[in-house]
């Protein structure tokens, strides 16, 4: 509280003598790329323009920008410095979509953690992350930046990114602003092209898209970043249900929102407004406080307020929410950073950190007669073939400005460093890329499978097939690569492959090739330790899907929470195209909701992986069979570790509301526990959900639980078949 007042007097201090052109100044966010200080930049922030900068990263520049801004400024307002520090900064962890597959929140805390001091250390205090749109698209690059296809998952993983990069106290050194974006609706962009339109009824924008940013909010997340896209026909930028209704009104939200990189003007791309003019004005009426790389509230705002069209006192209202960031961030105390105050870049514990981070991301698929993990004393060669077993850069994956490949430890390193003398490694690429057509360097690559004792695969997306602006119509194995798996599966090796992505693959054309398959999703610096561990058995794999594994493109969208249909697909209704009878009547494939050549099941379903042991749900009981608004309900199974190694299982908790005032998904995650057993060990699941844990925006906008009855399921993944139920009542 005293705080809170302390900054108000301090922000109304300053706002007191504070000029129009100053006040427009703190709310322009500009680009500062090429590790030195412009001309042009030290003249606009000496003379107030300028609040703030992104893309200044090293430390002696954004020291030299401060101080300008802190000893030549009129007010001495110091920056804020903001940059893309999205899976790490020199130390790069999994993408998100892979940290994601963790389900292991302490994990996602920990990159976030250790990417905000390597940040901090050469003077960022602001990141723009964590990215929480929801991915129901992998033909959408954007989806590798995500943390998955659902809003609870999705939430809970935000909040601990979000306590990483931001500690428990900003004004600390080495905590930085988080910035939860993009908000929103951006992950719907129809096609899956990057900055395409979204349509999304405002219910399921309530029930889905959402969640996370309260989350996010409800953990301090310091700034907000509105969506390039357009929603429901008034692009986010420019969207005062979102930025008005919904983030202030509503969530009472105080920090600043900036825009998306040049949305602003875009508006008028987007033909809402006819000039830059009418989008600065647009934009700040919508609630938007801070323009990211353009101008047009730095050429047009002061007008806008001298011809009466903008209230001063909106301007003051903007202006104080980036300065409270800024005194959040405890800048005007101390604006300046000491490198030698930080732990070193990519030192031996953050190296440790990246390792476990990309073990626990990867998730084993598929895993026939216990080919893996692999033993160094029965097999006496091994074959490591593919373009990505030895890419130090393609395996850190998108957005990764800062990252050094340097650092990286790549697979093929790395195996060979694990089994030293005891196995020959042969090494062939087989491909230049992920997406060479050519066969020609197939016969050395089978040539050197064919003396070898065992084959592991590396291939997948190279990183530039995944990220901003780089979707995909055909998501399935880019190049030459499906030919080349057939090719190596004739030789009757066991095969196995690893793949690296920046998106869920349709694997279904050579899953049945491969004995074995660990998806490991873009690793980042310590993919090759990670993975060598994973295949040697030193760790066993416990990564589950955070989005569903399509069969084929076409099936895209295709998520487990998806409604039931009044016609849902039942395994006696759903026909396969090749199954059709030459002539038959057009009533005879089924009448319910599948296609012909896809059926109407994933590759992998949400939630899915495998372990080198075996996990064994029984005996779901719940505390009560009814329970009255605003109780809570204990559910509890029993979970067995039958197999043969101590390895962690995800066990996951599903609800589904059977009736509502709209209709509600077929399955709901509520809860899930990551725990570890011992061979024979068991122990007792225990979840807890209270009534306000089933509320969902209804037809009329209004968030309630509605009494009914429920199903719930706890398992390993979200096809689950151990059930039970419960009804809620209304309070008497
Ligand atoms: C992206 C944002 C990013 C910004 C700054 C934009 O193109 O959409 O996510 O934070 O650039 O680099």
């Known amino acids: 509280m005293e705080l809170k007042t302390t900054t108000k007097a301090q922000v109304d201090a300053l706002l007191d003598r504070m000029t129009l052109e100053e006040k427009v100044g703190q709310l322009s966010l500009v680009n500062c790329a090429g590790g030195h200080v412009p001309d042009w930049h030290r003249e606009a922030i000496s003379e107030g323009r300028i609040g703030a900068l992104l893309n200044a990263v090293d430390v002696d520049t954004t020291n030299e920008l401060q101080r300008i801004a802190v000893e030549e400024s009129r007010l001495g307002i110091p920056l804020m410095i903001g940059r893309d520090v999205i899976h790490g900064f020199k130390t790069v962890f999994p993408i998100p979509l892979g940290q994601a597959a963790s389900w292991n929140a302490e994990v996602v805390r920990t990159c976030a953690r250790i990417a905000a001091l390597e940040a901090a250390s050469a003077g960022v205090n602001w990141t723009f992350a964590p990215m929480i749109d929801i991915g129901r698209d992998p033909r959408w690059g954007r989806i590798a930046e995500t943390l998955g296809e659902d809003p609870y998952l999705m939430g809970i993983l935000a909040a601990a990114m979000v306590r990483g990069f931001q500690g428990d106290d900003l004004t600390k050194p080495g905590n930085i602003a988080a910035c939860a974006k993009h908000f929103a609706g951006y992950g719907a962009s129809e096609g899956g092209r990057d900055y395409n339109t979204a349509n999304i009824p405002e219910n399921e924008l309530r029930n889905v898209h959402l969640p996370p940013f309260k ?81 047009t509230y730095a050429t047009h705002l002061s007008a806008l307020v001298q011809e009466g069209r903008i209230a001063l006192e909106q301007i003051d209202a903007m202006v104080a929410n980036v300065l409270r960031a800024k005194v959040s961030l405890g800048l005007f105390e101390h604006p300046f950073t000491d490198p030698a105050a930080f732990p070193a870049i990519a030192n031996p514990e ?152 920046g998106r869920p693959l349709p694997l279904e054309a050579i899953v049945d090739h491969v004995d074995a398959l660990l998806f490991t999703w873009h690793p980042g610096t310590m993919a090759g330790p990670a993975i060598a561990e994973l295949l040697f058995g030193t760790h066993v794999p416990s990564g589950k899907l955070p989005v569903t594994f399509p069969r084929m493109s076409g099936q895209i969208p295709i998520y487990y929470a998806h409604k039931n ?65 605003g109780e809570t309900l204990t559910i509890s199974a029993e979970l067995t570790n039958v197999g043969d190694y101590e390895a962690e299982e995800v066990a996951q908790l599903y609800v589904r509301d059977l009736v509502g005032n709209v209709t509600r998904p077929v399955k709901e995650l509520k809860g899930f526990q990551k725990v570890r057993l011992k061979p024979g060990e068991k122990t007792t699941l225990t979840f807890h959900l209270h009534t306000d844990d089933l509320a969902f925006y209804n037809r009329r906008m209004e968030r309630v639980t509605e009494p009914g009855h429920f199903h719930v399921w706890i398992g390993g993944s979200s096809e689950v078949d151990l ?10």
């Open 565 to 629: 249909t009044g016609r849902p697909p039942t395994p006696e209704t759903v026909i396969s195209i090749d199954d059709i009878q030459k002539g038959a009547p057009q009533l005879s494939v089924g009448n319910t909701s599948f296609h012909l050549d896809a059926g109407d099941t994933p590759l992998f379903p949400f939630g899915y992986g495998l372990s080198y042991s075996a996990f064994q749900y029984a005996n779901i009981q719940t505390s009560a069979s009814e329970i009255t608004l």
């Open 350 to 501: 953050y190296l440790e950190a990246a390792k476990y981070a990309a073990s626990q991301s990867a998730v084993l698929l598929k895993n026939d007669h216990g080919t893996l993990p692999l033993s160094k004393d029965r097999l006496q060669s091994l074959a490591v073939i593919g373009p990505l077993a030895d890419d130090p850069k393609e395996q850190l994956g998108t957005w990764i400005f800062d990252g050094d490949p340097h650092y990286s430890q790549t697979p093929l390193q790395a195996i060979r460093a694990f089994v030293g003398d005891a196995m020959e490694v042969r090494f062939a690429r087989g491909m230049e890329t992920t997406r060479s057509r050519s066969s020609d360097a197939f016969p050395e690559a089978l040539a050197m499978a064919r003396h070898s004792d065992a084959v592991v695969l590396f291939l997948g997306e190279e990183a530039i097939l995944s990220g901003e602006a780089h979707c995909r119509a055909d998501i399935s194995l880019p190049g030459n690569q499906e030919t080349l798996i057939e090719a190596i599966a004739t030789l009757g090796k066991p095969v196995v492959l690893v793949v690296m992505a």
């Open 215 to 295: 989350d996010a909010l409800d953990a301090g997340v310091a700034t907000f970043m509105s969506s390039f896209s357009d929603l429901n026909g008034i692009p986010a930028s420019a969207n005062e249900l979102l930025l008005k209704q919904i983030l202030r009104t509503e969530w009472g939200y105080e920090g600043f929102v900036v825009s998306d990189w040049a949305s602003i003007p875009e508006l008028s791309v987007h033909g809402l407004t006819a000039n830059d003019k009418e989008a600065a004005y647009e934009a700040a009426n919508a609630g938007l406080d801070m323009e990211m790389a353009s101008s």
């Open 723 to 732: 059930r039970s139920e419960f009804s809620v009542v209304d309070v008497e």
